[in-house]
Nanobody, 119 residues
Framework: QVQLVESGGGLVQPGGSLKLSCAASGAIFSITTMGWYRQAPGKQRELVASIISGGDTNYADSLEGRFAISRDSANHTVYLQMNLLKPEDTAVYYC?????????????WGQGTQVTVSS
């Protein structure tokens, strides 16, 4: 299993920036993809951005280039830089690590970090 610990959420004004961090531990050798998801009140959890082992990234179309996912492979940490934040970005942000082992594919989740965009 992989353990994920997120940090960096908080309250920010519209137009501001935040950087989320997700530190992975445990069976990190089995990770194939890491990503950030978010869930706003009353809505389904949605993919924000992901990065695969080879470094390719994927983003939700709705972000309009405002967010950037990156990683520090040496420290097994993934980051989400969020710029030009909007009130509709308010959500709980979850880190995800997809892993594969002899039993198949698995999803591992962090505890979530609240991001609130409000004036």
């Amino acid at each position: 299993q992989v353990q994920l610990v997120e940090s960096g959420g908080g309250l920010v004004q519209p137009g501001g920036s935040l950087k989320l961090s997700c530190a992975a531990s445990g069976a990190i050798f089995s990770i194939t993809t890491m990503g950030w998801y978010r869930q706003a009140p009353g809505k389904q959890r949605e993919l924000v951005a992901s990065i695969i082992s080879g470094g390719d990234t994927n983003y939700a179309d709705s972000l309009e280039g405002r967010f950037a996912i990156s990683r520090d492979s040496a420290n097994h940490t993934v980051y989400l830089q969020m710029n030009l934040l909007k009130p509709e970005d308010t959500a709980v942000y979850y880190c995800n690590a997809a892993t594969e082992d002899e039993l198949g594919a698995h999803d591992n989740w962090g505890q979530g970090t609240q991001v609130t965009v409000s004036s």
